[in-house]
């Protein structure tokens, strides 16, 4: 039982690259996030997609864009990298609406020269 | 902007003592308060919870404690073990308006217990 998994886990890109972050699910669930991890800022809301079909910006949307592929997968992209998109980024889920626990992968590392 | 400030950034104990992890919030519209904990190379994973209508939550040696009216809640683990060494956060989030079920964290707390 997979849960969250992210790919790939690691990833170098050199500034104005494009890469696009994988996420996929076997939980069933509606609801999908994507997060960012700095060190001493928390993990910060990119974008959310609540149900299949809808996604919606959250706190540090620019720079980013999201594709909810079906109720399994949600991606990230990234059009054109820049230095201060090296970061950790976290794919979580959550089973429906409301103040249900999310359930978060493994990451990616993600590193921009 | 923060709307959780969690604290202290680090916190080093020995085996066996009380860590103790405090945040605040901003918003009232909050009513959802859990925490997260994260080993390194993994993903957060929930460790405990707490809603605004109890003022505690015990799991094992893990408890939140919540202040509705000073916006603060903090996490105690009791017996603090090596194997608890690992990145704590708090998290808050809403059920009205834009907040709906998104979580936002704190800084988070990177615990470290001696042997």
């Known amino acids: 039982n997979a849960g969250v998994t992210q790919t790939p886990k690691f990833q170098v890109l050199k500034t104005g690259q494009s890469m696009t972050l994988q996420c996929a699910q076997d939980?069933?669930?509606?609801?999908m996030y994507w997060y960012r991890q700095d060190p001493g800022m928390g993990l910060r809301l990119i974008y959310y997609s609540a149900s299949e079909g809808t996604t919606d910006k959250g706190e540090v949307p620019n720079g980013y864009n999201v594709s909810r592929l079906n109720k399994r997968e949600f991606s990230l992209r990234l059009e054109s990298a820049a230095p201060s998109q090296t970061s950790v980024y976290f794919c979580?889920?959550?089973?429906?609406?409301?103040?249900?626990?999310?359930?978060f992968g493994d990451g990616t590392r993600l590193s921009i020269l | 902007q923060q709307q959780v400030k969690q604290s202290p950034q680090s916190l080093i104990v020995q085996k066996g003592g009380i860590s103790i992890i405090n945040c605040a919030y901003e918003?009232?519209?909050?009513?959802?308060f859990p925490w997260y904990q994260q080993f390194p190379g993994k993903g957060p994973a929930l460790l405990i919870a707490i809603r605004p209508d109890v003022s505690e939550k015990k799991e094992g040696r893990f408890t939140i404690s919540f202040n509705k009216s000073a916006k603060q809640f903090s996490l105690h683990i009791m017996d603090s073990q090596p194997g608890d060494s690992a990145t704590y956060f708090c998290a808050a989030s809403g059920t009205g308006g834009t907040s709906y079920g998104k979580l936002t964290f704190g800084q988070g707390t990177i615990l470290t217990v001696h042997p």
């Open positions: 918003n009232t519209a909050f009513d959802y």
């Open positions: 939980m069933n669930h509606n609801s």
């Open positions: 979580a889920t959550k089973d429906r609406i409301g103040n249900q626990p999310q359930h």
